[in-house]
């Protein structure tokens, strides 16, 4: 069974840096796509990145020029490098994507981003 692991997140202050990594597990031959989501408290879930199995990069309006996405193909991990935070940036924030040819079917623990004077 494939699953995601999220890591990387913690306190910042704004204008701080974070790296997040999503660390897969189980039995993978390929990552068609994957995106990293966040979700602050009373808001849906949204897209923020996302990579395809070419390289291909698309990031939502707030966080362009602020965050990169990135992958390691050996060791299909995923990060989002994440730089110049804004409190608005506080949310849980999640990977998931196409794995295996198929979207993943279910959401992780999450990792917990909060940027606070």
């Known amino acids: 069974q494939v699953q995601l692991v999220e890591s990387g997140g913690g306190l910042v202050q704004p204008g701080g840096s974070l790296r997040l990594s999503c660390v897969p597990s189980g039995s993978i031959f390929s990552i068609n796509y994957m995106g990293w989501y966040r979700q602050a408290p009373g808001k849906q879930r949204e897209l923020v990145a996302g990579?395809?199995?070419?390289?291909?990069?698309t990031y939502t309006a707030s966080v362009r020029g602020r965050f990169t996405i990135s992958r390691d193909n050996a060791k299909n991990t995923v990060y989002l490098q994440m730089n110049s935070l804004k409190p608005d940036d506080t949310a849980v924030y999640y990977c998931n994507g196409v794995i295996n040819g198929r979207t993943f079917d279910s959401w992780g623990q999450g990792t917990q981003v909060t940027v606070s004077s």
């Open positions: 990579i395809t199995s070419g390289g291909s990069t």
